[in-house]
């Protein structure tokens, strides 16, 4: 794994800190890699089905796929909120 270090301003790491409770993140590295795989989802012309069984996040991203045919999915962006993801 490659190791990243940030610097966040208070209100900023409150909103980190609240949305880590609020979805039962472990940590804050789960939480910033879940973050960083759905902005680049909402953002990309990302093909689910490029990814192959052996890929880490495989599993993440077919249930993505299935809660996207069965109804909107929402998805954090970079400000925190809300955009569709089809």
């Known amino acids: 794994m490659v190791h990243y270090n940030i610097t966040l301003n208070q209100e900023l790491a409150d909103i980190v800190d609240r949305e880590m409770k609020k979805k039962k993140y472990s940590n804050r590295s789960e939480f910033f890699r879940d973050l960083v795989r759905r902005q680049y989802l909402a953002e990309e012309d990302y ?3 490029e990814i192959l069984p ?3 996040d495989y599993k993440f991203l ?8 069965s109804s909107k999915f929402k998805v954090l962006n970079s400000k925190l909120n809300a955009t569709k993801l089809y």
């Open 62 to 69: 077919q249930s993505l796929k299935k809660k996207s045919k």
């Open 47 to 49: 093909s689910i089905e």
């Open 54 to 56: 052996g890929d880490p």
